[in-house]
């Protein structure tokens, strides 16, 4: 008895997002998985800085390995490869 008056209070349709057009069920309908978009881009942007900077310094080091340039040289290009 106690689950049909809560099926009565809560109606045919409870759960679903009504099919009328105003405001807030717009903005829901639209802003349902922005949080992940945001994490997926945030994600690709870290994996691609990190793999630029992996790069950079693994072509820096070959370069200090095979091509006889010392420390300060290697740090200069080092810096001068990520801009900083």
Request: aromatic content about 14%; glycine content about 2%.
């Amino acid at each position: 008895m106690k689950a049909e008056i809560i099926q009565r209070l809560k109606g045919p349709n409870f759960g679903q997002i009504e099919n009328t057009n105003n405001f807030h069920n717009l903005y829901v309908q639209r802003h349902t998985n922005v949080r992940h978009v945001s994490i997926t881009r945030i994600y690709h942007f870290i994996a691609k800085l990190f793999f630029t900077v992996l790069e950079v310094i693994c072509l820096n080091w070959f370069s200090l390995v095979f091509h006889s340039v010392t420390c300060c040289e290697f740090l200069k290009m080092s810096r001068m490869s990520l801009h900083l």
